[in-house]
């Protein structure tokens, strides 16, 4: 019993010594303050940068402030004459109050395209716009006396300039060849092809073409990849491609076998390739030279579809488009809208009505061969006709303009400008399309460039 006793007491004794250690424990110990629960910080929604409606960039394009020039953006319209403009707006309705956009750029003038011998073609009138000096009908690059003269691509090239030359036509055809290689004739085009590769500087040539490469490839014994390798050119048929490639080395994309025809074909657009175009050179801080063609013109002229020419006159301002959009926001960029020559002769209606009545014959014969061989009255007939067919739901007979031939004509152009030294070269007398190739050079380089006399021959 007393060891019961004592135990249980010991239990008690225990008992109190731990309640009284744990009360001081607690009485001892200072209280942290709690935290409260952590919260995820609010997810940021990022700002979009706000476009410039075209509208307000159209508006204030004639009081835009540049600084010193770096790029500068030929934009060409094939056979685009002086009537294609207002025929495309009469036909559309215009892209910005009646208008396209290239007409609210404030500097401009009528242009004599010149060529050395006979009506101007694309490979005279290119060289002529990409060289300064003027050229001889089919060859490209090259002054009156056959020589290689500088092109405004390879001078841009000397200076560290990144360059450019795309197109809706093939990359072989003249205009294009006139900017990226040098020969005698424009018809060889597998060899342009040929020297595109091997010859050319330019960093970035794109269009259609690939039928004449494939060409070249399957009749040339060079191992043409190993040689793409070597050099650090990608060479593609793929528009992923394009939009994939790195910008190292040169690009030669060849997206449609032979030219579009069809402005509704076209993919990629024009547009679509100007603004990748731009988007690679403009990583190169001493600036770019680019040049963008809208080469189908002169297809559709040539075959007086007229409905065909003002969809890809409305393409070609959209490609310009992106050009006045980089330089509003560039304002060390110059843009120039010009053409190499007239292709068709298109006048309002009244007055082709009255020129093909007096002109056209009783030999009417439905043959392409013979047309682009006599460009007769009837072959513009013919190519309303198949035209016609093509467009079943426009009345040719209300179309407010109408061509009246098939051929190219020496026919004025016009030019559409915006920079610093473009208002001055629109007072130039009797300016030349030789005056623009000048030009260029000397606002690339700061000096004179192509001809040094006033006819761009010597």
């Known amino acids: 019993m007393k060891n019961v006793l004592l135990k249980s007491i010991s239990l008690i004794i225990l008992a109190v010594i731990m309640t009284v250690s744990f009360v001081a424990c607690q009485t001892d110990v200072t209280p942290q303050p709690t935290e409260a629960p952590a919260t995820e910080a609010p997810t940021e929604v990022p700002t979009e940068i706000p476009v410039t409606p075209m509208e307000q960039i159209l508006a204030e394009l004639a009081t835009l402030q540049f600084g010193e020039i770096k790029n500068v953006i030929l934009y060409i319209g094939d056979g685009m004459g002086q009537n294609h403009v207002p025929a495309t707006d009469a036909i559309t309705g215009g892209r910005y109050d009646g208008k396209l956009a290239f007409e609210y750029l404030p500097n401009t003038a009528i242009v004599k395209t010149v060529c ?75 060899k342009i092809a040929q020297l595109q590769i091997e010859n050319s500087v330019c960093d970035i040539i794109m269009g259609g073409g690939k039928a004449k490469y494939d060409e070249l490839f399957a009749r040339n014994e060079k191992d043409y990849n190993a040689y793409f390798s070597e050099n650090n050119i990608t060479y593609t048929a793929k528009w992923d491609d394009v939009l994939a490639w790195n910008g190292q080395g040169r690009l030669i994309a060849t997206m449609t076998d032979d030219y579009w025809y069809f402005d509704r074909d076209m993919t990629p657009t024009l547009a679509e390739m ?27 002229a040539h075959n007086t579809n007229l409905m065909e020419v003002a969809r890809h006159m409305t393409a070609f301002d959209k490609a310009i488009e992106v050009g006045l959009r980089y330089a509003y926001e560039n304002k060390d960029t110059i843009i120039i809208v010009t053409a190499d020559h007239n292709t068709g002769g298109l006048l309002p209606k009244a007055e082709a009505d009255e020129y093909i009545e007096k002109h056209q014959k009783d030999n009417y014969i439905s043959n392409d061969e013979w047309c682009w061989t006599n460009t007769g009255i009837h072959c513009v007939l013919e190519g309303e006709r198949i035209a016609q067919e093509d467009n079943p739901d426009v009345d040719w007979s209300t179309l407010p ?58």
Request: aromatic content about 6%.
């Open 401 to 458: 303009y109408r061509f009246t031939t098939i051929a190219h004509t020496s026919d004025d152009v016009n030019v559409w400008a915006i920079g610093p030294g473009t208002a001055e070269l629109m007072t130039t007398e009797k300016l030349a399309s030789f005056h623009i190739g000048k030009f260029i050079g000397k606002a690339l380089s700061g000096s004179e460039f192509g001809s040094t006399d006033s006819k761009g021959v010597k």
């Open 116 to 190: 050395t011998e006979g009506e101007p073609d694309s490979a005279s009138g290119g060289t002529a716009l990409s060289t300064g000096y003027k050229g001889k009908r089919k060859q490209l690059g090259l002054n009156n006396k056959g020589e290689e003269v500088q092109n405004v691509v390879e001078l841009a090239k000397s200076l560290g300039k990144s360059t450019g030359a795309i197109t809706s036509e093939s990359i072989v055809d003249a205009t294009p060849a006139a900017f990226t290689i040098h020969s005698k004739d424009r018809s060889d085009e597998s």
């Open 274 to 300: 100007t603004e990748q175009t731009i988007k690679v050179l403009s990583q190169n801080e001493k600036g770019f030279f680019l040049m963008v063609e809208g080469g189908a013109l002169d297809e559709v």
